[in-house]
């Protein structure tokens, strides 16, 4: 029994994929599929707090519907630079994958910044949570502070499910930071924090969330010292599909969270 | 990675090789427009329902052209397309089973 061997008639060199592609985009996709069910529980649980609420707010100007068009417009473009950074990644142009991944990193964080710009006004205006610092003043006499108090479906959605998605566009970032300068990212990670934590006052929820990327650049120097790499083009490809992902959600998030509640005068 | 995986992500390369540039260039053309036809519906006063329905609808064809073209899902094998969109849509429709709750609060008048 001892010498006995299994056989079967699958070649030993290679076994053709059943979804006929490479297991990690395998994997990352499966990851997304779960990832748009987070998404789509938050989704269903912004619109079922609107659908059963009568005196649901309309809280976002003009001006903040410029800011999140702009904001759109950052991530579509995004998605076209990723794109050709895969191109780029599958023609072994090492320089040009390198430069369209700093552009989509680029168009990132100018989606984030908006973002961060659009929450610290609501928050002065007095849309906020319990769990943000407080912030001395204008709870109380800003635009939107009745609105915490009698819907607090809607600051607890809202930012539930923006939050999400500026996590996620975060984290993209810091991946694709990753795949395009590898362990020379780090130092500049470990700037972004300092920045983030060191400029944002207190009062500030963010002041406390850009620990987020302290935590980041501890996993990603743990990744990088245990499998340091050269990313090819197949991880270029996976990581795009994550960042298509944050895109493809924010389709959903903009017309629902910020057109269907536009005060237009 | 594996050599065999090697070769299917090679493989895989091999055929993104051949598509060309300037479709990416007509998608992300074709998902500006639509967010630009979304806004400037924003600024007409249509009743909510219309409105929800138009929007819904150009989301789900925007999504379908980043799933499509940028995610390269239309070049995929058949068994990956079904499987994955499927399944996604099968447990996203899963959760309409709310709304009727929804509703029923809605008109119990419940503050």
């Keep these: 029994m001892a010498d006995a061997t299994l056989t079967h008639d699958m070649p030993a060199a290679y076994e053709p994929s059943l979804f006929g592609t490479y297991s990690k985009k395998i994997g990352m996709w499966l990851f997304l599929m779960s990832d748009s069910l987070t998404f789509g529980a938050l989704l269903f649980a912004y619109s079922y707090g609107r659908i059963s609420t009568s005196n649901w707010p309309t809280p976002f100007h003009s001006e903040s519907i410029v800011n999140a068009t702009i904001m759109t417009a950052f991530l579509l473009t995004s998605s076209l630079t990723m794109v050709l950074a895969v191109r780029a990644a599958v023609n072994k142009d090492a320089k040009a994958q390198r430069l369209w991944l700093l552009a989509t990193m680029a168009c990132g964080m100018g989606f984030v910044i908006l973002h961060g710009r659009e929450w610290t006004k609501l928050i002065e205006e007095g849309l906020t949570l319990s769990v943000f610092p407080r912030l001395a003043g204008h709870a109380a006499t800003g635009e939107l502070g009745g609105v915490a108090l009698s819907v607090p479906q809607f600051p607890a959605t809202f930012f539930g499910l923006t939050g999400m998605h500026m996590l996620h566009v975060t984290l993209g970032v810091v991946y694709l930071g990753v795949v395009a300068l590898r362990r020379y990212f780090i130092p500049v990670l470990l700037l972004f924090w300092l920045a983030a934590w060191l400029g944002t006052p207190a009062t500030s929820p963010f002041h406390y969330g850009a620990h987020v990327l302290l935590l980041a650049s501890v996993v990603c120097s743990i990744v990088l010292w245990l499998k340091p790499k050269v990313y090819d083009s197949s991880d270029v490809e996976v990581a795009g599909l994550y960042w298509h992902f944050v895109d493809l959600v924010w389709m959903f998030i903009f017309p629902l969270v910020y057109l269907m509640s536009a005060k237009i005068l | ?111």
């Design chain 2, 1 to 111: 990675m594996e050599p065999y995986q090697q070769a299917i992500a090679e493989q895989v390369a091999e055929e993104q090789r051949h598509h060309g540039k300037a479709q990416f260039f007509w998608v992300w053309g074709a998902l500006l427009v639509m967010t630009a036809i979304e806004v400037y519906l924003t600024y007409r006063n249509m009743p909510p329902i219309r409105m929800l329905t138009i929007l819904m609808g150009l989301s789900l064809i925007k999504a379908a052209l980043i799933i499509g073209f940028f995610m390269h899902m239309k070049y995929e094998i058949s068994q990956m397309k079904w499987l994955t969109m499927c399944a996604l849509v099968i447990c996203l429709s899963l959760m309409l089973i709310f709304f009727p709750d929804a509703f029923r609060i809605l008109s119990l008048g419940a503050k």
